[in-house]
């Protein structure tokens, strides 16, 4: 970074030997003008606006303090150095109260003020860096000239614990319309600390995650280091949220796939296994890498029928073909099917057929004659 000094003294050796001695290249210094009083200072401030001015206090038609109050006035970075004989008191009350970089006496010490000139400059620096948290709303290429908005994004828990329901039971529309209104809430409160919005966005990415775990939604669980990672490294609000509504696409593109697919899984485990007298719903999940409770609902919700009802179902058919064997005794045919009570699985045959298993094989037999 490059700057400008404007050297202002009623004596011209002063100013000489400033311009000519202070060694200005090292200190990023590329130009320096002189005025000899407080009002041409002035003119040349409103036309050049110095970064820093090096003035004298005691000056005829309009002294240091003076001036420093008018260049404030439309230049209120301006840094001030000022340079006096005097140890009067109400010129170093003044200098305070304008907030001057530094008070430095005469004669001029050229090392002692080149050591304040290099804390200006690097205060100078400091203050045209972007402001993080500025820089955190508004992204690299948006405006930061302007300070921050100082409003606090109010949290609502009712909020979030419904966009992680929407995530839970896969409402892709609402719970993407949900997580692009908070975007636009935080983007407008912009007095919010960053790390506050970084935990909202990893109690999103814990629900998403539980979700995604509750259906062996790899493509998601496998990014959660990702994806907490993330929280503390993406820079900008921007891109926490895109990388966050990323995973969210996948999640719900997964659990759409994963839905008509499970169907057809379960289908193809039931037949495999329906006569395992120890089956369980439990097992099933746990051997297709699903929750229970999540395998249930949805297996449900895609087919219309329950697990049970599906078992039992394959089982009844496979019973009703073995008791074409008149040499089967009921009791061997209830072992088959997967059931070691016998009496249970009368009762259960009667209900779903509508006759008992006796009368539908002797109705076989009188068929067959």
């Known amino acids: 970074m490059r700057f400008s000094v404007l050297i202002v003294d009623d004596e011209k050796m002063p100013r000489e030997i400033l311009r000519n001695y202070v060694p200005w290249e090292k200190l990023q210094v590329d130009r320096v003008e002189e005025a000899e009083d407080g009002a041409q200072a002035l003119e040349l401030a409103r036309l050049h606006r110095p970064d820093i001015v090096i003035s004298d206090v005691k000056m005829p038609r309009m002294n240091g303090l003076e001036l420093a109050g008018a260049v404030r006035e439309i230049y209120p970075d301006c840094q001030f150095i000022f340079l006096s004989g005097y140890t009067d008191k109400e010129y170093l009350k003044g200098a305070i109260k304008l907030r001057a970089?530094?008070?430095?006496?005469k004669p001029i010490d050229l090392e002692e003020l080149s050591t304040v000139l290099q804390e200006v400059t690097a205060e100078l620096e400091k203050r045209s860096l972007p402001d993080p948290q500025l820089l955190f709303y508004r992204?690299?290429?948006?405006?930061?000239s302007q300070p921050n908005n100082g409003r606090v994004y109010v949290y609502e828990k009712a909020i979030f614990t419904a966009l992680g329901n929407l995530i839970r039971h896969k409402c892709r529309p609402e719970a993407l319309a949900l997580t692009a209104r908070i975007y636009r809430e935080l983007r407008q409160c912009e007095g919010t600390p960053p790390e506050v919005v970084r935990n909202l966005y990893c109690q999103i990415v814990f629900a998403l995650l539980a979700a995604a775990e509750s259906r062996n939604i790899t493509a998601v669980t496998e990014q959660g280091d990702y994806l907490l990672y993330t929280a503390a490294k993406q820079p900008t609000l921007l891109l926490l949220w895109q990388a966050l509504t990323d995973a969210m696409e996948t999640y719900f593109q997964a659990a759409e796939s994963n839905a008509q697919d499970l169907v057809t899984r379960v289908d193809e485990y039931l037949a495999a296994h329906f006569s395992d007298n120890e089956l369980t719903v439990q097992t099933m999940a746990s051997d297709l890498g699903f929750v229970h409770t999540y395998l249930c609902s949805a297996y449900k919700k895609n087919s219309g029928r329950t697990v049970n009802q599906k078992l039992?179902?394959?089982?009844?058919?496979?019973?009703?073909?073995?008791?074409?064997?008149?040499s089967r005794k009921l009791y061997e045919v209830a072992h088959e099917v997967g059931y070691l009570d016998g009496k249970y699985f009368v009762k259960l045959f009667t209900k779903e057929v509508g006759i008992s298993p006796r009368l539908y094989r002797e109705n076989l037999c009188c068929h067959e004659e």
């Open 312 to 326: 039992t179902e394959l089982r009844m058919e496979r019973a009703k073909s073995l008791l074409a064997d008149p």
């Open 139 to 144: 992204g690299e290429n948006g405006d930061l």
């Open 101 to 105: 970089a530094s008070y430095v006496e």
